[in-house]
């Protein structure tokens, strides 16, 4: 199966890049979004994911690489969620900002621009590429 492209989104202050740096591997749990839920439940191992700094910030700031998938929340008593797990791969060169990405006609049809709420998106192989670019690779 082809590798496949996400969106990340986390408060800074509750859980930024460098927590998950610091960490190695983080759990993506908490979500409780069916679309959102359902984008965890199709995430692989070897996928790769923007991490986007929601509130603060407002940007994309990283690539994590699910490193578990498949999971229960384990913040779910109802054992109803799902979860992945994700290592860091490599903070972006340059943040790309959402002021950016909505600025950018390539862009346009982003879920993180037409489903700002979802916390956990599909990202295109062609908006993936193009977010590198903007970047600076």
Aim: charged content about 25%; hydrophobic content about 40%.
């Amino acid at each position: 199966m082809a590798k496949r492209y996400w969106l990340l989104k986390s408060e800074p202050d509750a859980y930024g890049w460098n927590d998950l740096i610091k960490q190695g591997e983080g759990t993506w749990d908490g979500v409780r979004n069916h679309r959102a839920a359902n984008n965890l439940r199709a995430m692989a191992v070897g996928d790769e994911a923007f991490f986007y700094h929601s509130n603060e910030g407002r940007e994309i700031v990283g690539i994590a690489q699910v490193s578990a998938s498949g999971l229960t929340d384990p913040t779910d008593p109802e054992g109803k969620w799902a979860a992945v797990k994700v290592t860091p791969l490599r903070k972006l060169r340059r943040p790309v900002t959402l002021k950016t990405i909505k600025a950018d006609a390539a862009l346009a049809g982003m879920e993180l621009v037409k489903l700002s709420r979802l916390s956990v998106s599909v990202v295109t192989q062609e908006e993936w590429a193009h977010v590198l670019e903007l970047a600076g690779g």
